[in-house]
């Protein structure tokens, strides 16, 4: 969505003319601004905190030089939703979790073919825990070798005389 998008929005949720919810868009995301400029935090009950945040100047690095670069100091904005905006987009895939784990439920209860299986894995590995480990020396290969090029070409075909 964007600017436009959003003035359109506004003017039809709260029956306004276009113009007067371009205004009112424009004068909330310029007050969001001036505050975080000035270095307050901007806090949105249900919606979110707009935190303004500050680098030092720094030295960093060309990637491809290796050359030092000097990296001026910055300014800006961190924004942190809210929980009922987190709540407002997770509902509807939260809601569809919930009715796939209670339509999965019934069909993952099958104590009958699962009590057999933990009983013969345990079965089978109970020696192995009591025996001690055999360490096997690891296997050492034989360096490749191999035949020239030129003897294995006149071996395998003698040269013809006309």
């Known amino acids: 969505m964007n600017k436009s998008e959003l003035v359109e929005a506004v003017a039809a949720a709260a029956g306004l003319e276009r ?7 424009s004068a909330f995301a310029g007050s969001v601004m001036d505050t975080a400029r ?10 979110g905190t707009f935190k303004p945040t500050a680098r ?9 030089t290796g050359a030092p670069v000097k990296i001026a100091a910055s300014k800006s ?4 939703p809210a929980t009922a905006f987190k709540a407002a ?5 939260a809601a569809g979790k919930k009715a796939a784990a209670r339509k999965a439920a019934p069909a993952s209860k099958a104590p009958a073919s699962r009590g057999p299986a ?18 096997a020396a690891p296997a050492k290969k034989a360096p490749a070798k191999k035949a020239p090029a ?5 071996s ?6 006309r």
């Open 118 to 135: 933990k009983k013969a894995v345990a079965a089978s590995k109970a020696p192995a825990k009591n025996a001690p480990a055999a360490k």
């Open 77 to 80: 904005v961190k924004f942190q």
């Open 38 to 47: 000035s270095g307050e935090t901007v806090s949105i009950f249900g919606f």
């Open 89 to 93: 987009i997770n509902s509807k895939r």
């Open 56 to 64: 030092g100047a720094r030295t960093g690095r060309n990637p491809r």
């Open 156 to 161: 395998a075909a003698p040269a013809k005389k």
């Open 19 to 25: 113009k007067q919810a371009e205004a009112a868009v």
């Open 150 to 154: 030129t003897k294995a070409a006149k």
